[in-house]
Each structure stands twice: as C-alpha cells, then as structure tokens.
C-alpha cells in the first residue's frame, strides 16, 4: 500500500486532500455532510495513511477521532494558519471551494514539517540500495516513532518478496525476526493485533467446520439408535401384539426413507466441509462474504450469533430488498459492501447506505453461511461502480 498525508477541513462541508509519497501526486475531495466512517472507507481505499493535517488550533474533534481511529500521526500548526498563509501554501494546487484550498494548504504545511525526515529517509534508501517496498515500511515505522537507525535495523532482514506472497498474513519466521530486533512490546503488539485480524476469518470457518463434523457425528448415532429400534419392533412388538406381516414392512418403508434422509444430509454437511476447507486452504486469494437471506431482524439475529459481523466484513445477501430499519442500523457503522442476488430494487439502492455489487458470475464458492470470490473479481467490480455518486446520495447523507 502506498503512503498517504491527508489534509482535513471538518465542516458542513467536508474537504480533504490526500497526498501521495511515491507517486507525489495530490487528489482534493469535498461533500456536504460527510460522516466520518465513510471518510474513513474513502481514505483506506487509496493507501496508508501515515499523517492527518489540519489548518486550526486547537485541533476540530473530527480530525482527532479520524486520526485515533487510523492510528496516524496528528500535525497540528503551532497557531492557526492566516488566510494569507493558506492562499500562499496551495498555490499551483487547484480546488473548487475554500474548503479544499484549506486541505490543500495543511498538506503542504505537514509536508514542509516533514521534509528534512523524507529527505533523510530517501538518503539512506539511496545509500543502501533499497527498493520501494523497503521504503514504504521504513517511512511507516519512522512515523510510528521509531528513528530512522532503528527502523532500518528491524527491517533489514525482511524478505519483502515472502511478504509480497502472502499478503497481510506475517510468517512465524518475520515474527521472529521482529521480535529479536526489538524489544518493543508495543510494537511487537501491535503486528500481533494486525496477525489477528488477518486470520479472523479462518478462525470462523474452522469452526463452522468442526460444527458440522459434530453433526454428522451426531446423524451416525441417531442412526445406529433407529436400526436397533427396528430391530426391537421387528423381534419384539410384532410377536407379543400379534402384528401382521404388513406392520413390519411399513417399519422397515418407514426406517428406510428416516436413513435415506439422514444419508442426504450427511451428504450435505460433508460437502459442506470439503467447500469450507477450500475456502480456508485459498483464503490468502479470496475475499470471504458474509451471508445472510435478506437484511429483516429475524435473520440478521438469527445468523450474527455465529457470524458474528464486524467492522470492515463485506456481505453476500440473497434479497436485499427485504429490510428492516433496526438491522440498517446496525449494520452501516460496520459493512461498506453488500454483494446480492435477487435483482436490486432502484429503491433500496439509494436508501440503504451501502455499496451494492452484483454477485452474478463472480462466486468461487458458496456454502450454507459463507461465500468467496477472487480478490481480483471483487476489485474489478468495485471499479464498476461511480462511488462518488454512490455516497453523495441525498438521504444516505442523512443517515451518517
């Protein structure tokens, strides 16, 4: 991921400007009534965000809570920037409102701040014959406050291409090598907080799995049990009431269509298994759906018991049109993207504050709780959508 300084001008209006490190090139947004989790989707979507800036002293509530929640490092000016200031520093930049030259003008007054450190850090980048990957994790621990010395010294044995094949997901082997580096609980903590994150998902599946082993278990003993009772009724009942012929052949048609029942649903759950194992075994190229019926409280109850929704989780839901307001509420603090089936009614995309993708074509698997399609196939869906038309939604606006 790249690294990102944003600037913020909090308001009615909110604009920001997000620079980017490597490829130093500036995008300037700003939208009426502009909530701060979906700021917070917008910005997670172009890179890491390293810095947040501001133009005011003390520093809005909004830029705080933004920064606390990105974890990033907060520049605040010593005093306020005079208008003239502000017009001085974006110029060249270009905006539609003041707003935006706001965010502008604090990017560029961070990026003055930060500017002996980068140029410190493309030095020793240059003398050592690194590359960009290196780069890009050394200006992040630099701004998570380590020194430069320290920071190179705790990634100079990374393998990056190891990093690059499996992904977010950290090796046994790098824990190890950070962890003999420093002696930095905090810092150790905190890449074993983003390990849990990463393996969340597999943790839910391996469970689902070991439920419906228990299940299956579960149907074999039933079915031992109803074999000895047919036995029993056969041997015993028959003789001692004097039952006819017919008795015990409509005992045997009865255990017979209980056993094939039993043997599809065995069936089913092993399937079930072997689709869930694939999943688990080709996580680290999928993106693993959440998936639910419809958005009514009665499912949504039913089935967060064992899905258990987060923050950040994306949705696969059969029939989204079927909604109700508390489960709406519930879920758009939490989920951005909502994959369906049932053909989208124009009226429940514009109300419902979320991102809604077609999964027509696009699943790699499917089972009773879970979906997964390819991390390519979610992206290139996502670039479908016009999301800046998609979150400037009237009455989603209103809902944040």
Request: aromatic fraction near 8%.
């Amino acid at each position: 991921m790249d690294n990102l300084i944003v600037g913020v001008d909090p308001g009615t209006t909110t604009a920001y400007t997000i620079f980017n490190l490597r490829s130093s090139e500036a995008h300037t947004f700003s939208k009426r009534h502009l909530g701060i989790n979906l700021l917070l989707r917008e910005l997670v979507k172009h890179g890491h965000v390293l810095a947040i800036a501001c133009d005011k002293k003390p520093c809005p509530k909004f830029v705080e809570k933004l920064c606390s929640k990105l974890g990033s490092k907060l520049i605040v000016p010593e005093v306020e920037l005079k208008e003239e200031e502000k017009r001085t520093l974006s110029m060249g930049f270009s905006y539609k409102n003041i707003h935006e030259r706001d965010s502008i003008a604090a990017v560029v007054y961070s990026l003055k701040r930060f500017n002996p450190l980068l140029r410190k850090i493309d030095k020793i980048i240059e003398e050592k014959n690194k590359g960009q990957e290196f780069k890009s994790a050394l200006t992040r621990l630099v701004f998570s406050g380590k020194s430069i010395k320290d920071a190179y010294q705790i990634l100079e044995d990374v393998n990056f291409e190891k990093i690059r094949k499996i992904e977010r997901k950290p090796s046994p082997e790098l824990m190890e090598k950070i962890a003999g580096k420093t002696s930095d609980e905090k810092e150790i903590k905190k890449i074993a907080d983003e390990l849990k994150i990463v393996l969340r998902e597999r943790n839910i599946l391996k469970k689902q799995n070991k439920n419906l082993l228990k299940k299956i278990s579960q149907i074999k003993r039933y079915n031992d049990f109803l074999m000895r009772k047919i036995i029993s009724q056969r041997n015993n009942e028959w003789l001692k009431k004097g039952k006819n012929e017919n008795y015990v052949e409509e005992l045997k048609q009865n255990f017979f269509l209980e056993n094939e029942n039993l043997r599809k649903k065995a069936e089913y759950l092993e399937a079930e298994i072997e689709k869930l194992q694939g999943i688990i075994l080709n996580s680290e190229k999928l993106i693993i759906l959440k998936k639910l019926k419809n958005l009514l409280s009665d499912e949504f109850e039913r089935k967060n018991r064992m899905l258990k929704i987060r923050e950040g989780d994306v949705l696969i839901v059969e029939n989204p049109n079927e909604y109700s307001e508390s489960t709406i509420e519930k879920l758009k603090e939490k989920v951005s993207f909502v994959f369906y089936k049932t053909e989208l009614n124009k009226k429940t995309e514009e109300k419902l504050p979320f991102i809604f993708l077609n999964a027509k074509g696009i699943l790699a698997e499917e089972t009773r709780f879970f979906a997964a399609i390819k991390k390519e196939d979610f992206e290139a869906e996502k670039k479908k959508k016009d999301f800046l038309k998609e979150i400037i939604k009237n009455y989603r606006l209103k809902k944040i």
